[in-house]
């Protein structure tokens, strides 16, 4: 299995500040995607990857932006925090040939 | 029409029961179906993988598809308190880079 490891269990930011999360894996899979989750909304997909500097729009992209530099971390990016943003963060990455997302455990994020 | 409806529950069984979770579809080309498990404050963790239509059996779970009605289920058997979990069905086209799309997940509680 793919290990996948977020930076940050939990994160308290401010609104207005910028605020990166981090996600990490240990092999070379190419895919790699953001969701969020909310009670009653579900899984909801920000972005995803499909390699180093590619980037794809999800559904709810606005007032994200990502960073994918190395084949092994993919970066979300919160320009300018906001209440409604508040929510679990969730990191998958893809393994190559078999379309199976391994999840890591989640940030989550509370924006005062 | 939701692409993929899941029931959110919650649904309360008394240890020992047979837990039926179940998940209905609008596209007919879907291929690829899966179920993940997810804790409390943890992040989803795949439980089943099947292609196209059929049955899989693993241990006390069981997949079953059918693709002519658009339907998947996944069965528990001799339900366990430490499968009081949210799961949550996903599916895709291929298995290459489409991604998946989820239910909203099913919160379960196995009472001991």
């Known amino acids: 299995d793919v290990k996948v490891t977020q930076s940050s269990r939990y994160l308290v930011k401010r609104t207005g500040e910028k605020v990166f999360l981090e996600c990490v894996q240990d092999?070379?899979?190419?895919?790699m995607f953001w969701y969020r989750q909310d009670p009653g909304l579900g899984l909801r997909l920000i972005y995803f990857?499909?390699?180093?500097?590619?980037?794809e729009k999800g559904d709810i992209p606005e007032g994200y932006s990502v960073s994918r530099e190395k084949k092994e971390r993919f970066s979300l990016i919160l320009e300018s925090a906001s209440t409604n943003q508040t929510s679990m963060y969730l990191c998958?990455?893809?393994?190559?040939?078999?379309?199976?997302?391994?999840f890591g455990a989640g940030t989550r994020l509370s924006v005062l | 029409q939701k692409e993929v409806e899941q029931d959110p529950g919650p649904l309360s069984v008394p240890e020992g029961a047979i837990v039926s979770l179940n998940c209905t579809y609008s596209?007919?080309?879907?291929?690829?179906f899966m179920w993940y498990r997810q804790y409390s404050r943890k992040g989803p963790e795949l439980l089943m993988y099947?292609?196209?239509?059929g049955n899989k059996e693993d241990g006390r779970f069981t997949a079953q598809v059918d693709k002519s009605s658009k339907y998947i289920s996944l069965f528990i058997r001799d339900s366990q308190p430490s499968d009081s979990a949210t799961y949550l069905c996903?599916?895709?086209?291929?298995?290459?880079?489409?991604?998946?799309?989820f239910g909203k997940g099913t919160r379960l509680s196995v009472i001991a």
């Open positions: 092999m070379d899979h190419e895919n």
């Open positions: 596209n007919s080309a879907f291929q690829y």
């Open positions: 998958a990455v893809t393994v190559t040939g078999r379309n199976i997302q391994y």
């Open positions: 099947t292609y196209s239509s």
């Open positions: 990857s499909y390699d180093v500097k590619m980037k």
């Open positions: 996903a599916m895709t086209l291929n298995s290459g880079n489409t991604p998946l799309v």
